[in-house]
């Protein structure tokens, strides 16, 4: 139980890394508030859980994420319903392959605000919350932040950004005794890589030394223990989670 008595918060919490994660957290004792992007979506992840195990202490809510007035109010929200608020993981964003020629400036647009602009504004709010607790900022990365991809340059873009706001916050809130680090997932078995075609897959597998691609449990797993006291003097790392994998 490496979490117990914790609180935290997960962005993007519905499905794929970032419900593993709530699961996890959980499974090890913590209570969670899970952020989605519509009340259906959330409540459906909400049910799912209570079904594996009723007695899990977890809160849906459905803020939007570039919001300050409702990210402070969903905040305010979940110290009301937990008691106060240890962990923050932003992990909501989306990702892209369009290639530049093709690319509008709404997607840009659409991808910078939830994969920067969220996390600019959650961790913000989250700030005065994990004063009081000395708590613990978590962000999404990605392997393509170190390599980039082939096409759809806004999403390592945007995880290039993670990790400079992962390494800055980590120097700057230091002194509140807030540590911030980064997960830096590889190519991980989630709906959308499940539904490739083996033809697309297996190569990609011939990539990465550990011979196959992560889990959403691998990820979490990580995020799990950097939310630990087991990690009480590691801040400013992106940690890769991705079985050596290198483009």
Known sequence: MLLEGKVAIVTGGTRGIGYETVRQFLLQGAKVALFGSRKETVDVAIAKLKEENSGFAVIGLYPKLTSEVEVKSAF???KNEFGKIDVL???AGISSHT???DFSEDEYDKIADLNIKSVFVCSKVAVPYLTETKGVILNTSSM???DGQPSGFMYPASKYAVNGITQSLSRELAPLG???NAVAPGI?????VSALPKNMIEPLIKTIPLGRIGTPTDIANAFV???SDMASYITGDVLRVDGAART
């Open 89 to 91: 993981i932003n992990n």
């Open 99 to 101: 290639k530049l020629l």
């Open 76 to 78: 305010d929200s979940v």
């Open 225 to 227: 223990f950097l939310a």
């Open 144 to 146: 393509v932040s170190r």
């Open 178 to 180: 807030i540590r911030v």
């Open 188 to 192: 991980t078995e989630t709906e959308m």
